[in-house]
């Protein structure tokens, strides 16, 4: 695996500059998924109210990963269509790593007073905003 890292860097890289995707963005994006990936297993693995399952990690895990994979697919498309979608997909971006660092404090907040504390997503409540402000602006150039 160790030799595929440069080349998936490399691809990665490329496509994003391509897109005009922020590249310091999308690096400090990845570095907080895996945190917040992190922190979630010592969460479950520490609360004694909560039960670790890998499954259930893996499929979080994997939710975040296709939400940034839309947002990527809809600026390859959108530089396809000789549009220009990179203010909105770094924008994403930046709500995202305000979410994740958001997610981080509050598993933090669970695992020191060993319970499971639930907020109010209002970074969640933004994204899902913007997403909805996207779809109609995709809408509007096929309609």
Not at 43 to 48: A, E, F, G, L, N
């Amino acid at each position: 695996m160790d030799k595929y890292i440069n080349e998936i860097k490399l691809f990665l890289s490329g496509i994003a500059l391509t897109y005009r995707i922020d590249l310091e963005i999308a690096y400090a994006l990845i570095v907080l998924l895996f945190m917040d990936f992190l922190m979630g297993i010592f969460k479950y693995s520490m609360v004694d109210s909560l039960t670790f399952s890998m499954n259930e990690a893996k499929k979080g895990f994997l939710k975040k990963g296709l939400v940034i994979l839309v947002v990527f697919t809809s600026a390859i498309a959108a530089k396809g269509l000789d549009l220009d979608f990179s203010l909105y997909v770094n924008s994403f971006m930046k709500l995202f790593i305000v979410n994740e660092f958001f997610s981080i404090v509050n598993n933090y907040r669970s695992i020191k007073s060993n319970k499971d504390i639930k907020t109010d997503d209002f970074i969640g409540i933004a994204i899902e905003s913007a997403g909805n402000k996207m779809k109609t602006i995709i809408d509007k150039f096929f309609n």
